[in-house]
């Protein structure tokens, strides 16, 4: 099994790689129907519709010119990759809302972007081709 560090993740957005990437977070979810009725003797259910969210740690930096457009109501097209953007390499896209976007920091540590994106449709994984 290969294991992977992510110290060489690239995220784009719009097609604009973003500047100071500290963390990215990529959940699929996906609702569930209790189907469970009187006199069963184990639970029953099913799933509903899947979604997907991301979250994004920057370091703030307000001359990274890709990352200052970015807003909370925007719609985007996001994609992810884990390892690097090299030949060969998987990574996730998809369409986008960014819901929220907060600076902070304290005294004494790095200033910090975050965003929360929701996916607006499916969340697709490929590999990077020549």
């Given at each position: 099994m290969?294991?992977?560090?992510?110290?060489?993740m690239?995220?784009?957005?719009?097609?604009?790689a973003l500047?100071g990437?500290?963390s990215m977070?990529?959940?699929?979810?996906?609702?569930?129907?209790?189907?469970?009725?009187?006199?069963d003797t184990?639970?029953?259910?099913?799933?509903?519709?899947?979604?997907w969210?991301?979250s994004?740690?920057l370091?703030?930096?307000?001359?990274?010119g890709?990352?200052?457009?970015?807003?909370?109501?925007?719609?985007v097209a996001?994609?992810?990759?884990?390892?690097?953007?090299?030949?060969?390499?998987?990574?996730?896209?998809?369409?986008?809302?960014?819901?929220?976007?907060k600076?902070?920091g304290?005294y004494?540590?790095?200033?910090?972007?975050d965003?929360?994106?929701?996916?607006k449709?499916a969340?697709?994984?490929a590999?990077?081709?020549?």
């Amino acid at each position: 099994m290969a294991r992977h560090i992510l110290k060489n993740m690239v995220v784009t957005v719009g097609g604009n790689a973003l500047d100071g990437v500290r963390s990215m977070e990529i959940e699929e979810t996906v609702s569930d129907t209790d189907l469970t009725a009187a006199g069963d003797t184990w639970q029953d259910h099913d799933t509903g519709i899947p979604g997907w969210t991301a979250s994004l740690t920057l370091l703030l930096d307000h001359a990274a010119g890709a990352n200052q457009g970015l807003r909370a109501g925007d719609v985007v097209a996001f994609e992810g990759y884990s390892e690097g953007d090299a030949i060969g390499k998987t990574y996730w896209s998809g369409s986008a809302s960014v819901l929220s976007h907060k600076h902070g920091g304290s005294y004494d540590g790095e200033g910090t972007r975050d965003y929360s994106l929701k996916g607006k449709g499916a969340l697709s994984s490929a590999v990077v081709s020549a």
